[in-house]
């Protein structure tokens, strides 16, 4: 069940944007949806056959959508819409102190066009009037990581070496005091 903080921005809602839950008919959007993330470790293999790599994205995305349904509680699964045609998803878990962003993903055609810088700040927003950071795990190599620190987002530590936890602070006003 999606959480009442996480919403579409008006701006974006009157250009066609919306949220909806997942649902199986989308798992062959949602598995080249997730093959897109994976392209930089896929050259690393050129001499993969197009089946070794879809069946590498398959497992992959299998693993990672076990880990998601069984390790994490309260995750709403999201596709973003954008006239009725799939763009993305958007995985969100809320947590006593934290709106946690599990996982954000356009397809490449719609990254780098700001919609994501705004999505991103309606979540900074809706956790903040709550008075929770919004947080996201990011790996290291993530070129998404700079849009993050860009809108402020900071380094809260490692995790297995491979990602960054990383916040968006509470403002000032907003932050509670222990």
């Known amino acids: 069940?999606?959480?009442?903080?996480?919403?579409?921005?008006?701006?974006?809602?009157?250009?066609?944007?919306?949220?909806?839950p997942e649902e199986p008919a989308d798992d062959p959007f949602l598995i080249e949806l997730y093959g897109t993330t994976?392209?930089?470790?896929?050259?690393?293999?050129p001499y993969w056959s197009d089946e070794q790599k879809l069946a590498f994205v398959r497992m992959q995305f299998d693993a990672q959508r076990l880990h998601y349904q069984?390790?994490?509680?309260?995750?709403?699964?999201?596709?973003i819409e954008c006239g009725?045609?799939?763009?993305?998803?958007?995985?969100?878990?809320?947590?006593?102190?934290?709106?946690?962003?599990?996982?954000?993903?356009?397809?490449?055609?719609?990254?780098?066009q700001g919609m994501g810088a705004v999505l991103l700040q309606e979540l900074a927003d809706s956790a903040a009037e709550a008075g929770k950071v919004l947080s996201i795990f990011v790996e290291f190599?993530?070129?998404?990581?700079?849009?993050?620190?860009?809108?402020?987002?900071?380094?809260v530590r490692e995790e297995q070496?491979?990602?960054?936890?990383?916040?968006?602070p509470l403002p000032a006003d907003r932050a509670k005091v222990s």
Request: aromatic share 8%.
């Open 38 to 45: 994976r392209v930089r470790e896929l050259e690393q293999v």
């Open 84 to 112: 009725g045609v799939p763009i993305g998803r958007l995985y969100m878990q809320e947590l006593e102190t934290a709106l946690h962003i599990v996982d954000i993903v356009f397809v490449p055609e719609q990254r780098g």
């Open 141 to 155: 190599y993530n070129p998404a990581r700079r849009l993050y620190e860009r809108l402020g987002f900071v380094a």
């Open 70 to 79: 069984t390790v994490l509680k309260d995750v709403s699964f999201d596709v």
């Open 161 to 168: 070496g491979i990602y960054i936890e990383m916040e968006l």
């Open 1 to 20: 069940m999606r959480s009442p903080l996480v919403r579409i921005p008006a701006a974006l809602a009157a250009a066609g944007m919306r949220l909806r």
